[in-house]
């Protein structure tokens, strides 16, 4: 699969604006829409985990392997670093119990024993929770016919969150996958089967549709007007398809910084809360001015997560990098 630059923009995208909304949380300002970029992160997962299947077809097994691979290791170590900050008092307001410790380290919905929420001890890592279903399902559709996994996974998703919206319930793994978010995912592997077919807009179709959906963004942040998945779902599903336009249309140009932070987007959703929290403790505790306070705090959240993915990332996914398969092995999965 060649790099899709426009979609690598998205990702970089994405991951500054949940640093933006985490920043101005911390500051007390309002960029509430910035929670939006896991939206975009959802629509884009099912895109390229579609994609990716289509062009290198794999077993349930190895596609598992795969993700677990590229997921794993760094989310647990950033939730190791949590919990040793909770243990020696780092985190005063974070109270760790086993059980929960557990359930965060594999993507268990449970309540925090901190807040009641239904976050694990890395808060942010709650979008893996509903990553993690998807790439369960994901693996379970690749046993059925090329043509029935769309439908089939479509037809399953939709069904949960009408079961979510007529029955009602408190435990948190029935709260969290009969929500309307996951059909985000499917929205994604849609797209993904039309980008496939070569069926996607024209270049002005493409840039209404992007105008269509920064526009929502903007209003809602700047009329500061309620919003949930209902409605960043359908504008990140037409800010996706609208950069897919320009893409196919040779519209997209390959840009060093924006693609490097989309190749660094994981790192920078996982490792920028730390980076902002010393960043607002030392700026409040050097009387800094709050915009000034909030711009530190942005710039540290995302350089500590490129600095992650270099120096962490990267090193973890070679050492956990699937070896080569033998010649046997090769032709056993060609068949």
């Given at each position: ?14 991951a500054i604006a949940v640093v933006l909304f985490h920043a101005a949380e911390r500051t007390d300002y309002a960029f509430a829409i910035g929670a ?213 249309n040779s519209m997209v140009r390959h840009a060093s910084i924006p693609a490097f932070l989309g190749n660094a987007s994981y790192s920078i959703y ?66």
């Amino acid at each position: 699969m060649k790099t899709l630059y426009g979609i690598q923009y998205l990702r970089a995208l994405a991951a500054i604006a949940v640093v933006l909304f985490h920043a101005a949380e911390r500051t007390d300002y309002a960029f509430a829409i910035g929670a939006a970029g896991v939206d975009v992160f959802f629509v884009i997962s099912g895109f390229i985990m579609w994609v990716i299947s289509e062009n290198r077809p794999a077993s349930p097994a190895r596609f598992l392997s795969d993700r677990l691979r590229r997921i794993v290791p760094v989310y647990w170590l950033a939730t190791a670093v949590m919990v040793l900050g909770g243990i020696v008092g780092l985190f005063p307001n974070l109270i760790l119990s086993l059980q929960h410790v557990l359930a965060s380290l594999f993507f268990v919905p449970m309540r925090s024993p901190s807040n009641g929420e239904i976050w694990p001890v890395l808060v942010q890592g709650w979008t893996l929770n509903f990553e993690m279903f998807f790439y369960a399902a994901f693996a379970a559709a690749l046993f059925l016919p090329r043509n029935l996994r769309l439908p089939m996974l479509g037809a399953l998703f939709a069904a949960l969150v009408i079961l979510g919206a007529t029955i009602s319930s408190d435990n948190p793994l029935f709260l969290t996958y009969t929500r309307p978010i996951i059909l985000e995912f499917v929205a994604g592997m849609a797209l993904g089967a039309l980008w496939l077919k070569g069926f996607v807009p024209k270049v002005r179709i493409g840039g209404f549709l992007l105008a269509l959906s920064l526009g929502g963004f903007a209003t809602i942040a700047l009329l500061r007007l309620p919003f949930d998945e209902r409605i960043c779902g359908p504008l990140a599903v037409t800010l996706v398809l609208g950069t897919l336009s320009l893409e196919a249309n040779s519209m997209v140009r390959h840009a060093s910084i924006p693609a490097f932070l989309g190749n660094a987007s994981y790192s920078i959703y996982l490792w920028h809360t730390f980076a902002i929290s010393v960043a607002v403790k030392l700026g409040m505790g050097l009387h800094m001015p709050v915009p000034l306070v909030f711009a530190v705090a942005v710039m540290a959240g995302v350089v500590a997560g490129s600095l992650a993915y270099l120096f962490v990332e990267k090193p973890l996914i070679r050492v956990f990098q699937r070896r080569p398969a033998s010649p046997r092995m090769r032709l056993r999965e060609a068949r």
